[in-house]
């Protein structure tokens, strides 16, 4: 008998396992060696259609031609300079793109940053300087990043912080309008965001005093929860009750930026403009790169309060232009839109049809499918669940977990019709099997 020699895809999840940190989250075991558009490619060569865009980072597609020269062209001149002793022309060409695009038409100052988290811990930390008050405010369900600050706005899961305490103090967290699951057992619209009602007469008045509070932290739509999307009105209510308090709004448009809901920002579908924006993922097309945005009066902190080695990357910055400019040129958010509410009909088409689909929600091409036992109790299924992620990865369709068992589909922007609906028709062969 011949024993069957290991692919190279299992040569590299082993070696992965002996030398990298088990932190990491892997949902199926892909090694990936290359991706173009919307497609991957594995170290044994086999083609997947990409639902995950590398969690919402590749909105322009995988290997994006226009990044890609960006990338070469800068990287011919500079890889690095220290950014934060030095002056380039690139970072300020960066800045004034993203400041063109992030919502809000008055003057405006950008922090550069390598990641997600990073841009809300300079969020934070610019909110507690501004307004010399300490407390926030941040939402249940809520994902923000694993650095602490961040860490400690972020209530997703506990094992974000589990062995981590002591956490940063002054944070106070509140309900999110997770309609499908409501904290308070009511249903919109007559619970008439019953959430807020609770964040001003109980958070306010018998928690958190308001006039230590500097900014409330919130995500338009909940990512890691696993793409809740609140009632259209909920984010001007927020905002009202900022502007009454004297809080900061700051908005993390990390996951929902750059098209991917249908807008180039959500904060624009609900009508609302933040005093703060932290961005990162889909900013520079693949590479390592965030942002803290602010209007410009905010962010007057001296030199050396908030500083990094590799922030405005030239390369980075190069590539965030030509992102950007791409997005522009291609109106991806039409495409998100277009494309997103035809998943949604589809899926809601199959949630009539399985017990085991208690919820389809989302907005553009960020489309959350919870997996239940049934329909009534919503119990999460966390066996069928996980079946489905990894029968999906078998047949060749790549998706994303999120909150306790909801399905994230979050293709590149760049799919086209045709190739979203064969990822959908894959979803829909893959739950018959379960």
Not at 63 to 90: C, M, R, S, W
Not at 95 to 121: C, D, H, L, M, Q
Not at 151 to 158: D, E, F, N, R
Request: charged share 25%; net charge positive.
């Amino acid at each position: 008998m011949i024993k069957k020699s290991k692919s190279c895809s299992d040569k590299i999840v082993k070696k992965d396992h002996e030398l990298i940190s088990p932190s990491y989250t892997r949902s199926y075991p892909l090694a990936i060696d290359h991706g173009e558009r919307v497609y991957i490619w594995d170290a044994d060569g086999k083609k997947y259609l990409d639902f995950t865009s590398g969690i919402a980072v590749a909105n322009v597609g995988h290997a994006n031609p226009e990044v890609v020269k960006a990338v070469k062209q800068q990287a011919e001149k500079i890889l690095h300079h220290a950014g934060t002793d030095f002056y380039a022309e690139i970072q300020v060409k960066a800045a004034e793109k993203i400041s063109s695009v992030t919502p809000g038409r008055f003057r405006k100052r950008v922090f550069f940053t390598n990641s997600g988290t990073e841009s809300v811990e300079c969020a934070f930390k610019l909110a507690r300087y501004y307004k010399k008050r300490m407390r926030m405010i941040a939402f249940l369900g809520a994902f923000h990043g694993r650095t602490y600050a961040s860490m400690t706005l972020s209530a997703a899961k506990i094992l974000h912080k589990d062995h981590f305490a002591p956490l940063v103090p002054g944070v106070t967290h509140t309900p999110f309008p997770y309609c499908y699951r409501c904290p308070f057992g009511l249903e919109y619209p007559n619970c008439r965001l019953r959430c807020l009602d609770y964040l001003e007469d109980e958070i306010l008045k018998k928690i958190t005093p308001p006039d230590e509070v500097a900014a409330v932290f919130v995500e338009p739509i909940q990512g890691e929860e696993g793409y809740i999307v609140p009632p259209k009105e909920f984010h001007k209510k927020l905002k009202k009750l900022c502007k009454k308090y004297g809080f900061l709004y700051v908005v993390d448009e990390i996951q929902t930026g750059f098209a991917r809901s249908g807008y180039m920002f959500a904060s624009e579908y609900f009508g609302v403009t933040p005093d703060i924006i932290t961005l990162a993922k889909a900013i520079a097309g693949g590479l390592p790169m965030g942002a803290c945005v602010s209007r410009k009066e905010i962010m007057e902190w001296p030199p050396g309060s908030h500083a990094s080695t590799f922030s405005g990357n030239p390369v980075a910055c190069a590539a965030a232009i030509a992102s950007i400019d791409y997005i522009k040129k291609k109106k991806l958010w039409k495409n998100a839109e277009r494309l997103g509410k035809l998943g949604l009909k589809y899926l809601n088409e199959l949630k009539e049809k399985y017990e085991f689909i208690g919820d389809v929600r989302g907005l553009g091409l960020m489309i959350g499918v919870e997996i239940v036992k049934n329909k009534e109790r919503k119990e999460p299924d966390a066996k069928r669940y996980k079946k489905l992620l990894f029968d999906a990865f078998k047949k060749g369709l790549l998706l994303l977990g999120s909150g306790s068992t909801t399905i994230r589909i979050a293709p590149p922007l760049v799919i086209t019709q045709e190739e979203f609906e064969k990822g959908l028709e894959i979803f829909s062969s893959v739950l018959e099997g379960l």
